[in-house]
């Protein structure tokens, strides 16, 4: 069955600092991989998108994929209020998505 | 970016009553959309997959007979939740793509409350 694992939060972080997610996945030929923000009554919001081995970053929002540990994550640099939500990796597998249990993050003022 | 427009946002309704939920993609053509459904505090659920033209594929204990899916165009697909009862309330939000391994755009989602 294939499967993907998020750290379980909730994860409390103070305004400026970093906030780091972690996320694992059993299909070993996955390609795409994909963070999701959801604010509270909302429907996912893209954030970021990785498909190669290592870093990519995109303002605040770094992703680090490894595909030989079948592990991606995502940080979030200098966290604010406005980052309080819950993040969903998302593993593509035959073009449909596999998502994980979602991590709550709050920032805290 | 690719944007999905999804209507309505918000139905209140009696047991029994059938709700149309529609999904556009409003500037990319649309292969393949998705309906999800997300209760409080789980994650998303993929309820059916929908090409335009052909059946949809539906996930396993999702009733076909209940969610009807019809994806008449590249740019819509619609969800019709058949006879709906209070079980059925929830968050269903769908999803679309261009091609296969680019990211999926998701609508704004549509509270359904049934009393």
């Known amino acids: 069955q294939k499967e993907v694992e998020q750290n379980s939060g909730p994860l409390s972080v103070p305004e400026g600092a970093i906030a780091s997610l972690n996320c694992t996945y059993s299909d070993r030929v996955s390609q795409s991989f994909f963070w999701y923000r959801q604010y509270s009554g909302k429907s996912p919001e893209l954030i970021m998108s990785i498909y190669s081995n290592g870093d990519k970053e995109d303002g605040r929002f770094t992703a680090q994929l490894n595909k030989a540990s079948q592990y991606v994550s995502l940080l979030i640099r200098d966290s604010q209020p406005s980052d309080s939500a819950t993040y969903l990796c998302a593993v593509n597998e035959d073009y449909k998505l596999s998502f994980g249990a979602g991590t709550t993050v709050t920032v805290r003022a | ?115």
């Open chain 2, 1 to 115: 970016g690719a944007v999905v427009s999804q209507h309505p946002s918000w139905v209140i309704c009696k047991s029994g009553t059938s709700v149309k939920i529609e999904c556009r993609s409003l500037d990319f053509q649309a292969t393949t959309m998705f309906w999800y459904r997300q209760f409080p505090k789980q994650s998303l659920m993929l309820m059916a997959t929908s090409n335009e033209g052909s059946k949809a594929t539906y996930e396993q204990g999702v009733e076909k007979d209940k969610f009807l899916i019809n994806h008449a165009s590249l740019t819509l697909s619609t969800l019709t939740v058949t006879s709906a009862h209070p079980e059925d309330s929830s968050f269903y939000i769908c999803s679309a793509i261009s091609t296969s391994n680019q990211p999926q755009h998701f609508g704004d989602g549509t509270r359904l409350s049934i009393l």
